[in-house]
C-alpha cells in the first residue's frame, strides 16, 4: 500500500513540476531577429488547468480506493507524448516515465483479465490457453495492440472449447466491445 502511494505521490509530483515549469520556460521563436516570448500568468494558468483536465479527465483517473492513477485512454497519451514543443516534452515524460513501466508488470494476469472478462465463459475458455502457446500469442497479439488477432484468438478458442449452446451466447459484437473495454480497464490489474 506505501508502495502504491509513493507512486501516485511521484505521479502527481511530475505532472505538478512539469505544469509548474511551464510558468518558468521561455519560448524561443527561430525567426531573423531570434525574439523570445514569455507566456502571461493567464496563459499559464490556463495550459496548467488544460493539463490538469487532459491527465485527470480525459485519459485517465485517479483511483480513491486504490489511490492509483488510471490510464483510460492510453492513445491519447500517446497521441500526447508526440506533439511538439513543451506539451509533448510533458506528455513524453510522462508517457515513458509512468504509462510504460506500469503496463508492463504482469502481461500474463493481463491477458487473463481481459480473456475472463470479455467472453462468456471466459474462465473456460482462459483454462484452455493454458499451458499452450496461444497464451503467449494472446498475450503478445494485446501488448502490440494488434487487437484483431487477439479477437480472433478468443473467438477461435471459444469455438473450439464451448458446447454449441454455450457458443450460441458467443456474440462477436460483445466480444469485440468487451475486448476493447477490458484491454483498457485491464491494465491495472
Known sequence: MTHKLIKVSMVFIMIFGLLFSVGNSIYASETATRQTAVLSEQEQTEQAIESLKFYLEEAGHVDLATKRY?????????????????????????FENYVLPSMTRDLGAYAACVVIN?????????????????????????????????????????????????????????????VALNAISCWGT
Request: hydrophobic letters at 50%.
Open 70 to 94: 488510471v490510464v483510460t485512454d492510453f492513445y491519447a497519451l500517446k497521441a500526447r507524448a508526440e506533439l511538439p514543443g513543451d506539451i509533448g516534452l510533458e506528455g513524453k515524460f510522462i
Open 118 to 178: 470479455s467472453v462468456p465463459f471466459g474462465g473456460i475458455i482462459w483454462d484452455a490457453l493454458q499451458g499452450r502457446n496461444m497464451i503467449e500469442i494472446l498475450t503478445n497479439a494485446l501488448v502490440s495492440h494488434n487487437y484483431g488477432k487477439a479477437v480472433d484468438i478468443i473467438k477461435d478458442i471459444a469455438a473450439s472449447v464451448l458446447k454449441p449452446s454455450q457458443l450460441a451466447k458467443f456474440n462477436v459484437a460483445v466480444v469485440v466491445a468487451g
